[in-house]
């Protein structure tokens, strides 16, 4: 086989990519790798806790006006037509029966309809986590078709916020036969949460009595 017989020039070119090549190869084995890319890790690091830094300062600077919107937010709670206006549940129970009687009142139109019991609901049950108090009554109501649209219509879509739960609703098959009394017979659960108020002050804490034998103000020793 006849060996390749290069030119000085060639070796020359060679020489310079064998050179470059162990150069590459020496800064990847001995520099890149264990100082290098170290450095590169370090200061991403840096990096990303100046940014960490920058926001949580950002956020430390917004705490008076976060505290002002949440004072904001508190007093709008209170005072929001969502709520009903009693603070105390027993008492929002008796609006709530007479919102009942109220709006059957208000709907006489298309038949007749009457509140045939009404009694709260004691200790209603409220949802995991629910944040406000809520008053509950028992509703039961014995009216034709149309009477007793309008009332559920208007006792959900105004205000205070009112809720509607365990509608039962059946035909009164004496009534429908003999004609003499509305034939819908309908049971419901009506509830409302009450406004939220302010904590009560906490009980000054009592003196402690004095132990058996210790003398008293004003005894003799």
Known sequence: MKALKLTPRDSRIAALGLLLLALLLGYFLLLHWWFVAPLHGIAAQ???????????????????????????????????????????????????????????????????????????????????????????????????????????????????????????????PVAARQGNGPPLETQFTLSGYVRPGAAAPAPAASAPAPADGADEPGASP
Do not use: W
Not at 136 to 144: E, G, K, Q, R, T
């Open 46 to 172: 840096m990096d990303d806790l100046r940014d960490t830094q920058a926001r949580y300062a950002a956020a430390i600077a917004e705490k008076p006006q976060l505290q002002q919107r949440i004072a904001a937010l508190g007093a709008g709670q209170a005072a929001s037509s969502a709520f009903l206006p009693e603070d105390d549940p027993n008492t929002a129970a008796a609006d709530l029966m007479q919102r009942v009687v109220d709006a059957v009142g208000a709907h006489t139109e298309g038949g007749s309809c009457t509140v045939t019991q009404k009694m709260p609901v004691a200790n209603p049950p409220a949802a995991s986590g629910e944040p406000y108090r809520k008053a509950a009554v028992s509703i039961n109501l014995s009216c034709d078709i149309q009477p007793l649209v309008g009332v559920l219509q208007s006792l959900e879509q105004g205000t205070p916020y009112l809720f509607v739960d365990n509608l039962s609703v059946y035909r009164n």
